[in-house]
């Protein structure tokens, strides 16, 4: 962080296309063995809103996270829905 090779700590936000593209594929596999399989994220990754427009995207279920981060984690949830929903249209 400090020599700013990364834009955003790895262990607070997800890498798009790191750990987030290996999340993708997992749910799509994942999704093809079981339709109903619910999946989420969970620690910090799971308040932060960053990484909750990336989790809305590749389709996860759920994210869960500290308390104090509840509020703005539902936030986040909805304005991913709302801005996704926008993309579609």
Known sequence: M??????????ATLDEDGSAALMEIA??????????????????????????????????NYVSCSPYRVPLAR???AQAVIEYEKEER
């Not at 619910?38 to 995207?57: K, M, V, W």
């Open 75 to 77: 936030l986040a949830g």
């Open 27 to 60: 749910e799509e596999k994942g999704r093809t063995v079981n339709a109903n399989l619910h999946l989420g994220i969970c620690g910090e990754h799971g308040g932060d809103p960053a990484s909750i427009h990336i989790c809305y995207r590749i389709g996860l």
């Open 2 to 11: 400090q020599q700013r090779i990364l834009e955003d700590d790895p262990f």
